[in-house]
T-cell receptor
Framework: KQEVTQIPAALSVPEGENLVLNCSFTDSAIYNLQWFRQDPGKGLTSLLLIQSSQREQTSGRLNASLDKSSGRSTLYIAASQPGDSATYLCAVPYTGANSKLTFGKGITLSVRP | NAGVTQTPKFQVLKTGQSMTLQCAQDMNHEYMSWYRQDPGMGLRLIHYSVGAGITDQGEVPNGYNVSRSTTEDFPLRLLSAAPSQTSVYFC?????????????FGSGTQLSVL
């Protein structure tokens, strides 16, 4: 069974800092990996999707990388802002099934002004 | 374009009551799914559908029923609510398999079962 881990559960940084959020998964035979953002009381918004054949994806100040062999992905946030404060979750398809996702529990990020 | 719409946003039930959580999407997505989110447990898949008329169980299906009569709608039915079903419920959809397309979420339904 696929397991996804995100450590630490919470992170607080000063505004302007570059930061890296980590995601690890147990089964490297994945089709892709998605990073999501969740604001308090809201649904999830997909930020980046990395296909298994890709090593990274970029959107604005966000860059996500994928290393299947080591079972790891990172989300890099450049020049963090208070508006980046949210919970960030990663998700991969279930082992052997490409239509269901397993989510990590998320990292709650707080960016201090 | 509304995306994924869930109703109601909040609901309080008594143990044993039944209810239906509604989910509709206007993006003509084939794939739809229901997740529940609990503190310390993360998001867990309840049921999913790969197209109209086709549904399957996820990780935690007990106590829930689904049907998919149209592409747009994917309601989740609680047959006899239990306190263990207190949670935030999210509906999600994607164009193809969730593995190949971004997943779009609704804003959630916060359910309390007393």
């Amino acid at each position: 069974k696929q397991e996804v881990t995100q450590i630490p559960a919470a992170l607080s940084v000063p505004e302007g800092e570059n930061l890296v959020l980590n995601c690890s998964f147990t089964d490297s035979a994945i089709y892709n990996l998605q990073w999501f953002r969740q604001d308090p009381g809201k649904g999830l918004t997909s930020l980046l999707l990395i296909q298994s054949s890709q090593r990274e994806q970029t959107s604005g100040r966000l860059n996500a990388s994928l290393d299947k062999s080591s079972g790891r992905s990172t989300l890099y946030i450049a020049a963090s802002q208070p508006g980046d404060s949210a919970t960030y979750l990663c998700a991969v398809p279930y082992t052997g099934a490409n239509s269901k996702l397993t989510f990590g529990k998320g990292i709650t990020l707080s960016v201090r002004p | 374009n509304a995306g994924v719409t869930q109703t109601p946003k909040f609901q309080v039930l008594k143990t044993g009551q039944s209810m239906t959580l509604q989910c509709a999407q206007d993006m003509n997505h084939e794939y739809m799914s229901w997740y529940r989110q609990d503190p310390g447990m993360g998001l867990r898949l309840i049921h999913y559908s790969v197209g109209a008329g086709i549904t399957d169980q996820g990780e935690v299906p007990n106590g829930y029923n689904v049907s998919r009569s149209t592409t747009e709608d994917f309601p989740l039915r609680l047959l006899s609510a239990a306190p263990s079903q207190t949670s935030v419920y999210f509906c999600a959809s994607s164009a193809q398999g969730q593995a190949n397309e971004k997943l779009f979420f609704g804003s959630g339904t916060q359910l309390s079962v007393l």
